[in-house]
C-alpha cells in the first residue's frame, strides 16, 4: 500500500526546534521529490519545501521559512525530514510531506524556478506543530 506517514510534531516554545518525519511504505522514496507543506484550518496549504529525487538532491525553501528549515532524505531509511529552527508561533500549523513523479512530471529545476506544488499528491495525515509560549 502506498503510503506516507509523518511524525515528530509536539508543541515547542519559540525559537526551539523540531524534526518532522515522512516514512515512505509500499514504494521506494528513491526516485521521488519530497515536499513538505503546512496547513492552518481556515487556510489553504502552503508548500513549504522541498527535495528533488535527482543526483543533485536540489532543495528548495519559501522566503519564510528559509535559513530556519532543512530538508533531507534517507534513501536507506526511506524516509525524508524536515529540521525545523528558531521556529516562531506562524509556524504552527498540521504539516504534510507528499511526492512528486519526475518520470511523469519532468524533472525539477529548482535552481531556475520553485516547484509547482499541485504536482505533488500521495498526501500523509499530517503533523501538528504548535509553536506557543
Known amino acids: 500500500q502506498f503510503q506516507l506517514v509523518e511524525s515528530g510534531g509536539g508543541l515547542v516554545q519559540p525559537g526551539g526546534s523540531l524534526r518532522l518525519s515522512c516514512a515512505a511504505s509500499?514504494?521506494?522514496?528513491?526516485?521521488?521529490?519530497i515536499g513538505w507543506f503546512r496547513q492552518v484550518p481556515g487556510k489553504e496549504r502552503e508548500g513549504v519545501s522541498c527535495?528533488?529525487?535527482?543526483?543533485?538532491?536540489?532543495?528548495y525553501y519559501v522566503d519564510s521559512v528559509k535559513g530556519r528549515f532543512t530538508v533531507s532524505r534517507n534513501n536507506a531509511e526511506n524516509t525524508a525530514y524536515l529540521q525545523m529552527d528558531r521556529l516562531k508561533p506562524e509556524d504552527t500549523a498540521n504539516y504534510y510531506c507528499a511526492v512528486r513523479n519526475p518520470l511523469a512530471a519532468g524533472p525539477l529545476v529548482l535552481r531556475v524556478r520553485p516547484p509547482s506544488w499541485d504536482e505533488f499528491g500521495h498526501w500523509g495525515q499530517g503533523t501538528q506543530v504548535t509553536v506557543s509560549s
Open positions: 527535495v528533488s529525487g535527482s543526483d543533485d538532491g536540489s532543495t
Open positions: 509500499g514504494f521506494t522514496l528513491d526516485n521521488y521529490d
